[in-house]
T-cell receptor, first 110, second 114 residues
């Protein structure tokens, strides 16, 4: 987990609210990623960014949005359009051929 | 499209015995293969990777993995399991070096009994 921080660790959201998950890295990595983890389904890619001010949709981008204004930061917004947002969210970064992960944020919709 | 299969949801082994966690993959071109471990409510920790070269890859905490191209497998192994090895293990594959779009397996839970 070293070098990549995610906050908060736990997040509770009421239905209809947007929430933003923070991801910061001090590894000087160019690429950053957001994954969603559900029990028994492994990790699924939401969005990824290879450079500042550029990002692409992953496999399950609907209901999510991101920004990449700084190399160190890649926040994820879970919008009210995401119908089933309760999950464990993982941020990762990479500079060459290996992704390193943050500690995760557990989001629960009340 | 690439895919990864981890055929066992759970592997049980006694402490001190060897362990194997299985992974098979499907990818066009040369595969780049990874193993990660996850402890409860934590992020994934990188264990080892195969990019090219020797088919036997050594990684962290005494783990190793063998790349078998003919069987499209990348099984994770350890000669002597520890109770502290109990965790969730993920295999992942990417068809590209450099920037990756990793595809993960569904994970295998390893339980090591004392």
């Amino acid at each position: 987990d070293g070098g990549i921080t995610q906050s908060p660790k736990y997040l509770f959201r009421k239905e209809g609210q947007n929430v933003t998950l923070s991801c910061e890295q001090n590894l000087n990595h160019d690429a950053m990623y957001w994954y969603r983890q559900d029990p028994g389904q492994g990790l699924r890619l939401i969005y990824y960014s290879q450079i500042v001010n550029d990002f692409q949709k992953g496999d399950i981008a609907e209901g999510y949005s991101v920004s990449r204004e700084k190399k160190e930061s890649f926040p994820l917004t879970v919008t009210s359009a995401q119908k089933n947002p309760t999950a464990f969210y993982l941020c990762a970064s990479s500079s060459s051929d290996t992704q390193y992960f943050g500690p995760g944020t557990r989001l629960t919709v009340l | 499209a690439q895919s990864v299969a981890q055929p066992e949801d759970q592997v049980n082994v006694a402490e001190g015995n060897p362990l194997t966690v299985k992974c098979t993959y499907s990818v066009s071109g040369n595969p780049y293969l990874f193993w990660y471990v996850q402890y409860p409510n934590r992020g994934l920790q990188f264990l080892l990777k195969y990019i090219t070269g020797d088919n036997l890859v050594k990684g962290s905490y005494g783990f190793e993995a063998e790349f078998n191209k003919s069987q499209t497998s990348f099984h994770l192994k350890k000669p002597s399991a520890l109770v502290s090895d109990s965790a969730l293990y993920f295999c992942a594959v990417s068809p590209l070096a450099g920037f990756q779009k990793l595809v993960f397996g569904t994970g295998t839970r390893l339980l090591v009994s004392p």
